[in-house]
């Protein structure tokens, strides 16, 4: 019985260190789209890449902050699929899942007034299944710009 358990626990941990084929590929496709684009992003533990493209002096929001923010959304090959830029700003509430995971957290490296441009491998934008004419398995680029942060009950 011991052995049993002894080879199950080592099988699990096997397959848990082995890459998912997906994620690899998405991966290889972003690292592709910086090298092409000459961009130094930093990938956070999550998957996301990250990069500051004009500074921001402002507060950085917290869960449960209202956000206003300007934006325009592409797909690795530079189509664009989304923006608001020109429009109102889309406000929304950060960390309660009224936006795509990646919004959340991207957002909340951000400080008012910054402008950021977020990579989001599919697990953190639309997944395997896709929505809004998005493709499953498709990371997306976001240039996003914060342009008000209104403080929630847990900002301190």
Same mark, same amino acid.
């Given at each position: 019985? $011991? ?40 990938? $956070? ?102 342009? $008000? ?8």
């Amino acid at each position: 019985m $011991k052995n049993i358990l002894l080879i199950s626990l080592l099988f699990v941990g096997l397959i848990s260190c082995m890459k998912d084929p997906v994620n690899q590929d998405e991966d290889e496709r972003i690292q592709n789209y910086l090298e092409a684009n000459d961009i130094v992003a930093e990938k $956070k533990e999550s998957g996301l890449y990250y990069l500051e493209l004009i500074e921001g002096t402002g507060t950085m929001p917290v869960d449960k902050d209202t956000v206003e923010v300007h934006y325009t959304g592409e797909f690795l090959d530079g189509r664009v699929f989304t923006s608001n830029i020109g429009g109102d700003p889309f406000v929304f509430v950060v960390g309660i899942g009224e936006v795509i995971e990646g919004w959340d957290e991207g957002i909340k490296y951000m400080k008012e007034g910054e402008e950021a441009m977020i990579i989001l491998p599919s697990w953190l934008a639309y997944g395997t299944a896709g929505t809004y004419g998005i493709s499953g398995y498709t990371p997306l680029v976001y240039f996003i710009t914060l342009d $008000k942060v209104i403080p929630g009950p847990d900002h301190q």
